[in-house]
T-cell receptor
């Protein structure tokens, strides 16, 4: 186990609704990255939070937003849900020191979102 | 739980044999590479990583080889066990500043499903 936790484990929403997913990072880590994994695909990077600010974003629309809190936990918010948003949402925590990069990301178990 | 291995390349090996899983990465500027194992219904689990200044790195029963000339990564699993059955993903991390300014993203490959026959 990585020590990264996510809630809820499963969620069912209808199109147009909004959803908030939560992630607690591993102890000692300061950075959280969020990924979307569609069935049969590899995870796709949504964004990363470092020092409570967005630190890079993938090709996702603005209705995907996030927060990071002082304790390094994070939320992913998705507005105006679409059917294609149905996926496994993964968060990964890591320790970033300076600008060296290359930090290892450790994943949580994910939240399975189904949009009907 | 549902399988994340649908429509993925599949490697089937006999228990006790060695497994080799291959991956072609996309960005010549990537300087960090990771192999993850994902079991059905779970998040990806870190296996081993390698930086671009290395060609080979060994862990417990696993070895990663990096060929930067042809942008190829491989994962070797020795004495494969039934518990190794999963989907394996390689991931690359572009060098900072060379990929749209994003500093955090891992780029994942399509994955390979490893099935171990007892």
């Amino acid at each position: 186990e990585t020590g990264v936790t996510q809630s809820p484990t499963h969620l069912i929403k209808t199109r147009g609704q909004q959803v908030t997913l939560r992630c607690s990072s591993q102890s000692g880590h300061n950075t959280v990255s969020w990924y979307q994994q569609a069935l049969g695909q590899g995870p796709q990077f949504i964004f990363q939070y470092y020092r409570e600010e967005e630190n890079g974003r993938g090709n996702f629309p603005p209705r995907f937003s996030g927060l990071q809190f002082p304790n390094y936990s994070s939320e992913l918010n998705v507005n105006a849900l679409e059917l294609d948003d149905s996926a496994l949402y993964l968060c990964a925590s890591s320790l970033v020191m300076g600008t060296s990069g290359g930090e290892t990301q450790y994943f949580g178990p994910g939240t399975r979102l189904l949009v009907l | 739980g549902e399988s994340v291995g649908l429509h993925l390349p599949t490697l089937s090996v006999q228990e006790g044999d060695n497994s080799i899983i291959n991956c072609a990465y996309s960005n010549s500027a990537s300087d960090y590479f990771i192999w993850y194992k994902q079991e059905s219904g779970k998040g990806p689990q870190f296996i081993i990583d390698i930086r671009s200044n290395m060609d080979k790195r060994q862990g417990q029963r696993v070895t990663v080889l990096l060929n930067k000339t042809v942008k190829h990564l491989s994962l070797q699993i020795a004495a494969t066990q039934p518990g190794d059955s999963a989907v394996y993903f390689c991931a690359e991390k572009p060098h900072l500043g060379n990929y749209g300014g994003s500093q955090g993203n891992l780029i994942f490959g399509k994955g390979t499903k490893l099935s171990v026959k007892p």
